[in-house]
Nanobody
Framework: QVQLVESGGGSVQAGDSLTLSCAASGRTLSNYAMAWFRQAPGKEREFVAAKSWTNTKIYYALSVKGRATISRDSAKTTVYLRMNSLKPEDTAVYYC?????????????????WGQGTQVTVSS
């Protein structure tokens, strides 16, 4: 069974940067597409970034394009989300997700495993 645990969230000021981590246990992430989603209070879960297993496709939401970078470590056990120039609108609980397919998707319905989420709060 795949388990995902996010970390790295916290409270920062607008303009700061954060790196979120998603560590896998039970299994490696071999052949899994990975993604990050976020959800703010009173809003629906929204797509942030996704990366195919083969690295042939990387997707970013328009709201974070140019400010976010999704990556994976060499051991294929951890996925990261680097966020620069953070804005108050980025405040949300961030979730990592894994899909048992190599092709990345942007819909939450296409992902099989989820972490518990990590809170990111950006103050102006």
């Amino acid at each position: 069974q795949v388990q995902l645990v996010e970390s790295g969230g916290g409270s920062v000021q607008a303009g700061d940067s954060l790196t979120l981590s998603c560590a896998a246990s039970g299994r490696t992430l071999s052949n899994y597409a990975m993604a990050w989603f976020r959800q703010a209070p009173g809003k629906e879960r929204e797509f942030v970034a996704a990366k195919s297993w083969t690295n042939t496709k990387i997707y970013y939401a328009l709201s974070v394009k140019g400010r976010a970078t999704i990556s994976r470590d060499s051991a294929k056990t951890t996925v990261y989300l680097r966020m620069n120039s953070l804005k108050p609108e980025d405040t949300a609980v961030y979730y990592c997700a894994a899909r048992r397919r190599e092709i990345a998707r942007m819909s939450s319905e296409d992902y099989d495993y989820w972490g518990q989420g990590t809170q990111v709060t950006v103050s102006s």
